[in-house]
């Protein structure tokens, strides 16, 4: 079955320092997404990258397919960049079903 | 804002009680999808309405069922509440089943004492 794995567990900051955050996904995933969930649970789209290099302001996400990982930088962090960051996978015989790691759980101080 | 709402926000019931969550999708799109999510868990996959059909189901019992109706707005019930059923239950709207980007509500927050 599809799983998806992410990297670190937890990551704490300081304001204005860059981080990499990674997703391994096995191979029947062909439906990349990445999500910010903030502290009231409300998880926000980011990025659907499926492969090749997206950019959103200071957010930046690369997905290489065939090596089956994703890497979401986040560039002079802000401390409203905190929360739980969760990269998804589905794979096109499940119907949109999307499968979640576990997440990462950033922290940036001020 | 998504444009994907959820009711209600918070909500307590007993074990053994039946509960009923809403859902209604972004405006065009024709698919729901429901998600729990445990306390420091990522979401898992319950089941998918397309069309007012089932369309895909994660691994959850029976006791959790759905609906979609005519405008494309959801209900997922769950019957039977179990302790272990207390979760942020999120849905998520998409243009159509497959390989698309789904947005998703702030979530019901259920708490089964």
């Known amino acids: 079955g599809i799983q998806v794995e992410q990297s670190p567990p937890d990551l704490i900051l300081q304001e204005g320092a860059n ?3 990674r997703c391994n996904f096995s191979d029947s995933v062909n439906n990349l997404q990445w999500f910010h969930q903030n502290p009231w649970g409300q998880l926000i789209n980011l990025f659907y990258i499926p492969s090749g290099t997206k950019q959103n302001g200071r ?3 690369t997905t290489v397919a065939t090596e089956r990982y994703s890497l979401l930088y986040i560039s ?3 401390t409203t960049d ?9 794979s096109s015989g499940n119907t949109g079903k999307l499968i ?4 990462t759980t950033l922290q940036v101080k001020p | 804002e998504t444009g994907v709402t959820q009711s209600p926000t918070h ?3 007993t074990r053994g009680q039946q509960v009923t969550l809403r859902c209604s999708s972004q405006s065009g799109h024709n698919t729901v999808s429901w998600y729990q999510q445990a306390l420091g868990q990522g979401p898992q996959f319950i089941f998918q309405y397309y069309r007012e059909e089932e369309n895909g189901r994660g691994n959850f019992p029976p006791r959790f069922s759905g609906l979609q109706f005519p405008n494309y707005s959801s209900e997922l019930n769950v019957n039977a509440l179990e302790l272990d059923d207390s979760a942020l239950y999120l849905c998520a709207s998409s243009l159509a089943s497959g390989q698309e980007t789904q947005y998703f509500g702030p979530g019901t927050r259920l708490l089964v004492l």
């Open chain 1, 19 to 21: 981080s990499t955050l």
């Open chain 1, 59 to 61: 957010l930046s996400a």
């Open chain 1, 76 to 78: 002079s962090s802000q």
């Open chain 1, 82 to 90: 905190s929360g739980v960051y969760f990269c998804a996978g589905g």
């Open chain 1, 100 to 103: 979640f790691g576990q997440g």
């Open chain 2, 11 to 13: 909500l307590i019931k």
